[in-house]
């Protein structure tokens, strides 16, 4: 019986295991010799490598300040006492909270069930700080 | 590599400073080692790429003893070799990043599994793969013979013996091999 796991591409590996070592030997001019004589040019090739580079830096570097701008939110939220917010609970507080005069078009024509619970959180926290939900009035829901 | 203590190991500052001063040569070494470890479905770029992203994510250290050009190449011979290893024990990704983050997509690993129909195909291609190869260097039986002991995981001495070569021809003759499929895939060979 065949093994449905066994994967020929072990052998490639293996080829490529072997031929690593070369890569490393051989000097500097000699491997921008060999990408010219297949054709290509080192400098437009490693130009293209660093921009991608670049972007790939950028990126990382944004991530990195999101989750640390999410720590802080999530520390700030501790301080302020928020700390376990029943999902269901908060859905319906939003709900009732769409339903109110004085909010934006935009957060009207909303509908709470179209959100994530993700949305709904930051939302639910957004209308606290916006005074629109009162915490004290929403516990007896 | 357990031993380092962080002495001992880069900052992510110096190590993103090291990739972004790497010469043209620096990145045709590293394009080279991925043409060889990007074996059906992922793409050298794409590996290049995946162990950038690992290396500056701060998931693999860099010892400072080791050049970063090397440690970026080993970081891609990991991921090859991952890869594998999660086709026979079929271990579940799981993901590195802070799930609360907005957009991971920037940082999120590749996804190079197989599922089974798919490995079917893929090794079926493989072994076309390794016809091609043979082909390449059709009537030079010492080449044909190192590529097929690679191939069966011979490895350094003995390879060498099985070719009766002393090792300084060895080592010319495998380069002339390790040239001749780089170039190969440069020009359109996929392995």
């Not at chain 2, 030079?140 to 350094?156: F, H, K, R, V």
Request: hydrophobic residues 40%; aromatic residues 4%.
């Amino acid at each position: 019986m065949t093994d449905r796991r066994h994967d020929e591409r072990k052998k490639l590996v293996s080829l490529a295991d072997e031929l690593l070592d070369d890569l490393f030997a051989t000097s500097d001019e000699d491997i921008l010799k060999e990408v010219v004589e297949a054709g290509g040019d080192p400098a437009v090739i490693g130009a293209q490598m660093r921009e991608r580079f670049e972007k790939t830096l950028m990126l990382s570097r944004k991530e990195r300040m999101k989750a640390a701008r999410a720590g802080r939110m999530a520390v700030e939220d501790n301080v302020e006492g928020t700390n376990v917010v029943d999902i269901s609970k908060a859905r319906e507080v939003l709900r009732l909270a769409f339903q109110k005069d004085g909010l934006s078009m935009a957060a009207r024509n909303e509908t709470e069930s179209d959100l994530t619970d993700e949305e709904v959180l930051r939302k639910y926290n957004d209308l606290i700080h916006l005074g629109v939900i009162d915490t004290e009035k929403e516990d007896e829901l | 590599m357990n031993d380092i203590d962080a002495a001992g190991v880069l900052l992510r500052e110096e190590l993103e400073d090291a990739i972004g001063n790497f010469s043209d040569a620096d990145w045709m070494r590293l394009r080279r080692t991925a043409q060889l470890y990007a074996v059906y479905p992922a793409e050298p770029d794409e590996l290049v790429q995946e162990a950038l992203c690992r290396a500056i994510a701060g998931s693999r250290k860099c010892p400072r003893r080791i050049s970063v050009v090397r440690f970026v190449a080993e970081a891609i011979r990991s991921i090859a070799h991952d890869e594998l290893q999660k086709v026979e024990y079929q271990r579940d990704e799981v993901s590195v990043h802070d799930e609360t983050v907005e957009n991971p997509d920037a940082i999120t690993p590749i996804e190079l599994r197989l599922n089974p129909e798919e490995r079917m195909v893929s090794n079926e291609q493989t072994r076309e793969t390794e016809n091609q190869l043979l082909e390449l260097f059709d009537g030079d039986d010492q080449a044909q013979l190192i590529i097929l002991g690679m191939l069966s995981g011979t490895e350094g001495a003995e390879l060498r013996e099985i070719t009766g070569l002393d090792q300084t021809s060895f080592n010319s003759k495998r380069r002339f091999v390790r040239r001749k499929i780089n170039n190969a895939i440069e020009n359109g060979l996929t392995l």
